[in-house]
Every structure is written in C-alpha cells, then in structure tokens.
C-alpha cells in the first residue's frame, strides 16, 4: 500500500525527474570547450553559513555502491572523474577513472558536441595538470572530493540536460526478457533488485537507507536474491524512491519531524492540506511566531467558509512516519484517511488541548512544545521514541492518546514541582479522551478553566494544594521555596500522608495576614474546597494525579485571573 501511494503521487507530479534521473546538488562544474579543453572550473554554492547549499542539477540516477566500483553517468566525485588521487590507492582510483570512462563510452557514438567534448577530455593524458590550472577552486574541489560534472561552453545547461544526451540515457536503459509482476503495480516488468537509497530520514546514514532490502540468508525465501524477494518492477522502484526523497526533501513543505519519525504526508490528488500540515504541528519559525495559531483557526473557520478544508472532502491523505534502522528504515506509522476525516481529528486534537492560559502564551501549541514539555531537561532528543509516534497516530487516527503520554507529562511535573500550561493542556487530553472512549456515557469531563463544580477528589485536591499555597506566599512575601517544592509529589499521589499537616501549617499562615478581609474569603475559599472531600486519600490513581495537576493549575490561573481583573 504504501508503495502504490508514493507511486501515484509520482505520477501526479511531472516536475519530478523521469525514470532514469534525479535531482541531485552537484557542488562544481567543468565547463569545456568544445575541443575537449577546460574553459573554467566553478563552485555551485549559494548563501552562506547553514544556509549555504549547492545548486541541484537533472542527471542520471546514481549507482549503489558500497566497497565496489561502480561508476555514475557524466557525473561523480573527483577520483571517478578525472582520476586524481586523493583518499584511495593509485591502481584502485585509476579502475575507478577507467569505470567512468567506460559508462561515457556506453552512450554510443552520440552526435553531440557536448558528449564528444567530455569524450575528448578523458582521453587526455595531461587533464590532471590543465585541472591544477584552475588554481584555488581545483585545490577546494580536491580537498572536499564532492561532485562535480560537465558544461559545454556557452551552454546555459550541464552536459546532463542536453536533449540529445536525455533521449540517449533513456533510450539505452535496457530492458530484460526477466519479466515478473509488480506487487506494486500490477503490471509486469523487469524487477529491480538493488533499490535507490532514501535520503533524508533524521538519524539514518547520509548516504541513504532502505525500506525494501534483502542482503542476509534470513530475509530471503525459496532461494530469491535480493529484490526478487519482494519484487517491485524498475520503474515502479523508481517511481517510489524518487516521490519519497522529494517529500523527505530539505526544502519540502509535506514533512516534519515527530520525536525520531522524519514525517511525510500528501494526498491521491493536489489538495492545500498537504501543505499546511506542519503549520499544525510543527514548531513555528521565529520571524512568524504565529503561523500555528494562524494555520489552527483557519482550520475551525472552514467547517463554515469551506474556504480551506470541508468535512465533504473525501480525497484520500497518507501520513507516514519513518524512523532509523542501521542501513535499513523502519515504518514507525503510517496511516491513510480521507483529507476531512483527518481534518476533523485535528481539530478535535486542538479543542482536546485547549486550556486557560496567560495572555503571553499562545492559543494553540505544537505538539513538539507538547511532548518537550514531558522529557528530561526539556530537550527533544530526551523525548522516548515511540511516545512521539504512538502520540501523533492518535491524534490522526482520533484514537485515545498513549498513556505513557500521562505517566510522562506526571513525572514531568513531580521531578520539577511545576504544572506548566503544556503539561495541563496534556493532562486534560489525555483524560477527557480516554473517558469519551472508555465511558462514553460519562459526563464528567474536565473543562478549559476552574470548575467548582467538580467534585473529584483528585481535582478538589488540587485546588485545595493550590490556595494552601497561596495562603503561605502571602503571609512570607518573597518566600524562595513553596509547599509545591517540598510537597507536591507527596501531596499528589500519597494526600493522606502531608495534608493534615498542610492544614495545620495554614491555620499559622492565616495568622500572618494582616488583611482580615483577605484572610475570611481565603478561609471561605478553603471551606468550599473541603465540602466536597471527605477524607484524604491514601493514595490517588494515575488518572487522579492527573485531575490534582489540572485542579491546582485551574486554581492558579483563576487567582491570576482574578488579580489582573
């Protein structure tokens, strides 16, 4: 399935390279002249600092090599090209140049002036030295050992995107009479069985991994050698490589990054949700710290304009996740929905989260602000790798977020003695949806600020912690350490063994404040609370510890709120 889908946005997407070729950044340019001499040598770069990249170039689709000689089409690094030594032994770089040249030579006697310019500068005995003439971009070119391919004089174009040299690269791919069906089409061809590497994925090696590869006894059946085991035809390999090293692009607009999953999405047909996908979840950039909040309430909006998104829309959409396996790439999600299914599971994400804040926070958080906001340090690469993906499948899929979302953004709290506005927006997700799911005939929800209301204990807890609190910092102006750095952990999973102590610790508190005033409604405030309990608990359930952080977060914001009124 997932092949079929990269394969159809393929061939919805002309701009992509043909079968045969790639888009590849190519760092220098030969330029020759039409006898075969070198004209000049230049650097493809632009910008600078991290933004400094070099200019990708059409050329025909790489070799896969490991410790092998292999040389590519019109194109390689220094040694394959001219056969300067640099990192390898004299005989292995001169196989390697006699390869190059060997590849050139299998276009046939093509009547181009720029294939038989290149020609002619191969067979050149004294090239290294007209190379050294080129002076300090010879000498860089060298000591980076990048890519780098041909240019006729007075071309506007490489030697790779003349016509006639395309016609002849397609022209000379050959065809086996090894015919099989394609899994992935349907239809039969000869089957590739060396895929193209993926490029792109966060953590897997630079020089690309595999999704299908088989190098190892254990992968094979019935004595199949590598692609054969899974067989998928040359074009269609080519085909799905190609769409996913665009979609796992550097400047694609139809990925982000989940935890350890480099994310992908698009959809059977051109749809504007492809795009403004990462404004939902990603982190938005520092020049628009506002695109989520944007890019959120334009999706609320259409369900009335239809202007961005209708729940009539029924164009399929793909979300897939891939994660780092040694050579190999793992499948961590991958999830096919309609474009208003999943729209509808967005929106439902962002009212799940939505809770009181400060007026300073935005309305709407990225789901990276969510699950940084549960691991160590605040630090993404402290995020567990499969709580990112199990949580954005839920989201996507509308299915009850993970649980150890909850214990995670718990912990969170209880190692750092503070209830943050993500960690809440989290919490009260995460137990809203899991009571409309396990209990859908269960009223009892939690609400977006204090609800008085609410007469679980852990939430009237959590309330009562909080005006304890506030009791204590107002009768110790300036006060360094609180009760919630001293006992919120106690406080939140075992109650019965510090709240009574809390309580007599309030009566001395209360004492101090000289504003009777003040003084009666926090006592009021306190007799509220304590109607609705009973007795303290000896121990609070997980789902509990999670209405005590919400009930102490609702309290506090409704003291600020009441304070800036």
């Given amino acids: 399935m997932i092949l079929q889908a990269l394969k159809e946005y393929y061939d919805r997407k002309p701009e992509l390279p043909k079968y045969g070729f790639e888009e590849k950044e190519i760092q220098y340019v030969l330029v020759l002249k039409s006898d075969g001499t070198p004209n000049s040598l230049y650097s493809t770069y632009e910008g600078t600092g991290k933004k400094r990249r070099a200019k990708r170039f059409r050329i025909p689709q790489g070799v896969k090599r490991a410790s092998n000689i292999t040389a590519n089409l019109l194109w390689d690094n220094p040694e394959y090209v001219t056969g300067v030594v640099l990192k390898g032994k004299p005989q292995r770089v001169a196989e390697q140049h006699a390869a ?79 015919m099989s069906m394609c899994l992935a089409t349907g239809e039969f061809g000869e089957l590739e069985r060396l895929h193209a590497a993926i490029k792109g994925v966060w953590g897997a090696q630079s020089s690309g991994a595999n999704i299908v590869s088989f190098n190892l006894d254990a992968f094979r059946s019935f004595g199949k050698v590598q692609g054969d085991n899974a067989p998928v035809s040359k074009p269609a390999a080519f085909a799905y490589t190609t769409a996913l090293n665009n979609l796992l692009g550097k400047d694609s607009k139809q990925r982000m990054q989940v935890g350890d999953a480099s994310t992908v999405f698009w959809a059977a047909k ?103 906001s549960t691991a160590v340090q605040g630090k993404k690469e402290n995020v567990p790798p499969n709580l990112a993906g199990d949580t954005m499948r839920a989201i996507l899929e509308g299915l009850p977020y993970p649980q150890t979302l909850l214990q995670a953004a718990i912990r969170r709290i209880k190692a750092e003695h503070e209830v943050t506005y993500p960690r809440a927006a989290l919490i009260k997700a995460c137990l809203n949806r899991s009571i409309r799911f396990n209990n859908p005939n269960k009223v009892e929800v939690l609400n977006m600020s204090l609800d008085i209301s609410n007469m679980n204990v852990g939430y009237r807890l959590g309330r009562l912690f909080t005006v304890l609190e506030k009791i204590q910092q107002e009768a110790n102006p300036g006060i360094n350490a609180t009760i919630r750095d001293k006992f919120y952990g106690a406080a939140s999973g075992t109650p019965a063994t510090v709240f009574g102590s809390l309580m007599r610790l309030k009566n001395y508190h209360l004492a101090k404040l000289e504003n009777q005033g003040r003084r009666v409604n926090l006592e009021k405030l306190l007799g509220e609370i304590l109607d609705g309990i009973q007795d303290f608990p000896t121990h609070l359930s997980l789902p509990d510890q999670g209405r005590f952080s919400i009930g102490y977060y609702h309290q506090m914001q409704d003291f600020y709120t009441k304070k800036n009124g």
Wanted: hydrophobic share 40%; charged share 25%.
């Fill in 270 to 372: 051109a749809n504007n949700f492809e795009s403004q996908m990462p404004s939902f979840f990603g982190e938005p950039p520092k020049d628009d710290p506002d695109r989520n909040t944007r890019a959120v309430a334009s999706l609320f909006k259409s369900v009335q304009s239809g202007a961005y998104v209708t729940d009539e829309d029924k164009t399929r959409f793909y979300v897939l996740g891939l994660a780092p396996n040694a050579s190999r790439i793992s499948i961590r999600f991958w999830i096919v929905s309609s474009v208003a299914e999943m729209a509808g599971c967005i929106r439902k994400h962002f009212e799940d989260t939505r809770i009181n804040h400060s007026s300073k926070d935005r309305d709407s958080l990225s789901l990276f602000r969510l699950l940084v």
């Fill in 100 to 178: 190059f040249i060997s590849k050139v030579d299998s276009l046939g006697n093509l009547e181009d002036e720029g294939l038989k310019a290149v020609k002619v500068f191969l067979a050149r005995k004294n090239k290294i030295q007209l190379l050294e003439a080129f002076g300090e971009t010879w000498q860089q070119l060298c000591k980076e050992g990048l890519n780098m391919t041909f240019q006729l004089a007075g071309d506007l174009h490489v030697i790779t995107e003349r016509p006639a040299i395309i016609s002849a690269i397609i022209s000379s791919q050959a065809k086996s009479k090894d």
